[in-house]
């Protein structure tokens, strides 16, 4: 698009300046050859201060889009500052039991402050498979599940990334009386960037109460 806008820009100034350069002609014909002269001078003049103009502009652009570029490799290749944390509970119920109520989207509902959850139609189930939560406060979250070995371990991340990129695991261990589910984080933030809390502190507020939760949701049946 931009391609055809500089060339019909060229065909309608090339075009322009040819009127102008006949009007002259004929102005000079008819005994006023000044008054031409001065015209073609004119446009002529015109012509070229325009031409520099836009080539100006365009190395000014050219530059511009090439410095961003640039600009984008180097935050994409620098290095990143990574946190880790987790958070662990343990249940009377086997990993069996406890994968069954976590493994489903629907299940935030009960575990979380979502209003509803749902698998996104259209994901597979495993791998590739994306949950949708809905809060209480009209907030959307999407997330993918990237690995998984059931009933053992899952791993998911934020679809929509913003300027700290995550990846949770939920990994159950059995135990002689049941199992203990561990909830891990990895954080990455830009270069240079520092989580303002404690990331241990930060992920344990964050993790606590949804395990207690579990607990909680768990009791209930089994009573």
């Not at 080539?55 to 990143?80: F, M, Y």
């Amino acid at each position: 698009m931009i391609t055809f806008v500089k060339v019909l820009h060229n065909i309608l100034f090339i075009a322009g300046y040819l009127s102008i350069a006949v009007l002259a002609s004929v102005i000079s014909y008819y005994g006023k050859p000044e008054m031409g002269l001065s015209i073609i001078v004119i446009a002529s003049v015109l012509g070229l201060t325009l031409a520099v103009a836009t080539g100006i502009v365009n190395l000014r652009h050219k530059r511009g889009v090439k410095a961003a570029q640039e600009a984008q490799v180097v935050a994409a290749s620098a290095p990143t500052t990574t946190y880790s944390a987790q958070a662990t509970e343990a249940f009377d119920h086997d990993a069996q039991t406890v994968w069954a109520l976590i493994r489903t989207a629907e299940s935030a509902v009960l575990l979380s402050d979502a209003q509803r959850a749902f698998t996104v139609p259209g994901t597979p189930s495993g791998v590739g498979e994306q949950q949708c939560f809905i809060g209480r406060d009209g907030s959307v979250s999407i997330i993918e599940v990237i690995g998984e070995e059931s009933p053992r371990w899952a791993t998911t991340r934020p679809v929509t990334r913003g300027e700290m990129n995550s990846r949770s695991t939920y990994t159950l261990e059995p135990t002689p009386t049941g199992c203990t589910l561990t909830m891990a984080i990895v954080i990455e933030l830009p270069a240079g960037a520092k989580m303002i809390e404690d990331p241990q502190k930060w992920w344990e507020s964050h993790a606590r109460p949804y395990l207690n939760r579990v607990n909680e949701v768990l009791s209930a049946r089994k009573g």
